[in-house]
């Protein structure tokens, strides 16, 4: 029997899909002057679309596990870990409604999504 390969989609397509969203929305919101409502839903949006990045991760390291190469998987979550970590400090400022804090967030993600041609 052959082997039957997957060709649909992979947590590599899912992350760069949520990268250039990422991307995207952090240019609209270095164009908007204010931090108004819809600011706040892109934010948001940046928070799902972190989670996200981080739980497609998760599945590939989980796959590098299962073949036991745990420094692989380990490495590979470590150099991603800031997606997860921005996602939970970002929701924590959008809960407690600290708008203002939120920019510095926002312009510390920008160097994570340069390489990202939309």
């Not at 002057?33 to 972190?50: H, K």
């Not at 989980?62 to 420094?71: G, H, I, L, M």
Request: glycine share 6%.
């Amino acid at each position: 029997m052959a082997r039957i390969i997957q060709t649909g989609e992979t947590p590599a397509k899912r992350r760069n899909g949520h990268m250039r969203s990422c991307a995207e929305v952090l240019r609209l919101l270095a164009q908007k002057g204010v931090f108004d409502e819809e600011a706040r839903d892109m934010s948001a949006f940046l928070v799902f679309n972190l989670r996200e990045i981080y739980k497609t991760i998760d599945e590939s390291a989980q796959a590098w596990d299962e073949r036991n190469y745990w420094k692989k998987a380990e490495g590979l979550r470590e150099k991603w870990r800031w997606s997860r970590t921005t996602a939970d400090k970002l929701g924590k400022l959008i809960l407690s409604e600290k708008w203002d804090a939120i920019p510095e967030v926002l312009v510390e993600l920008i160097p994570k999504f340069q390489g990202i041609t939309i």
